[in-house]
């Protein structure tokens, strides 16, 4: 049995690489406002739910040990990485909408603190970000979070440092998402941004007297407020449907 005890540690351990760095990338768990204890317990739980299904593909437990579970910890923790930062690349798309919508709107310079990652981001992508997490949750997209990482021991097994070219291919493909992504939700601010500065160009030519920035800023905060009013429900039936799709994919759906 003691001889046993180090395999199953190690076989443990190597599950853990994967999971862990997935879960503390995962939207909603993985951000800085939750509790890194807590974020470690449910890291460590599902490891513990996903073992009896990773220590068949690991072989032997008289492998593990050695050069072997090194390269077997590091490619563990890249699979992980690289899953995890895909999914964020997918959610920043509500960052990078925020942006967009903001610039539109005259209000870039409305900045706060993300509670979810730190650092100062501006109001509005921090509202859908908060928006999309919650979302999230509430429509049970993050069973299908987890689901995936179960399911990807089966295109991705335990095996050793991954080929780069197909990480950095995911990669590519997620933040191309995430990005056309951004662009679908915030296009009724860019079809605004462009009609009303193009109506304020002809009226400052029919009217040179008047002070078109006095009255443009408040004009472009108050109709693009109405706007997102009207479209937030859109914007974000459009967020989780694709977000709902990639993990479906993810999955194997």
């Known amino acids: 049995m003691n001889l046993l005890l180090p395999g199953i540690a190690s076989a443990f351990l190597i599950t853990f690489a994967r999971v862990g760095t997935l879960i503390m990338l995962m939207p909603g768990i993985g951000e800085q406002s939750v509790a890194p204890r807590l974020r470690l317990a449910f890291a460590l739980l599902t490891t513990l739910v996903l073992f009896p299904t990773v220590r068949p593909l690991l072989g032997g437990t008289e492998g593990l040990a050695g050069p072997r579970l090194i390269g077997l910890l590091f490619g563990e923790t890249i699979v992980g990485l690289v899953l995890g930062l895909s999914v964020r690349m997918v959610l920043a798309a509500l960052q990078t909408a925020g942006v967009i919508i903001s610039a539109q709107l005259g209000l870039s310079y409305a900045m706060t603190v993300d509670p979810s990652q730190g650092g100062q981001q501006v109001a509005i992508g921090n509202f859908l970000s908060l928006l999309g997490i919650t979302l999230i949750f509430a429509t049970d997209l993050h069973h299908l979070a987890i689901e995936g990482l ?71 905060v108050l109709v693009g407020v109405l706007i997102l009013i009207g479209c937030l429900g859109v914007m974000m039936g459009v967020f989780l449907d694709d977000m709902g799709r990639y993990l479906a994919q993810s999955v194997g759906r």
């Open 150 to 220: 179960a399911r990807s021991y089966e295109v991705l097994p335990p095996d050793g440092v991954p080929a780069f070219s197909d990480a950095l291919t995911l990669a590519t493909r997620a933040l191309a998402r995430g990005f056309t992504l951004a662009m679908q939700i915030s296009g009724p601010f860019i079809a605004f941004g462009i009609l009303f500065n193009l109506g304020l160009g002809v009226l400052s030519r029919l009217m040179p007297q008047l002070q078109v920035f006095f009255l443009a800023v408040p004009a472009s």
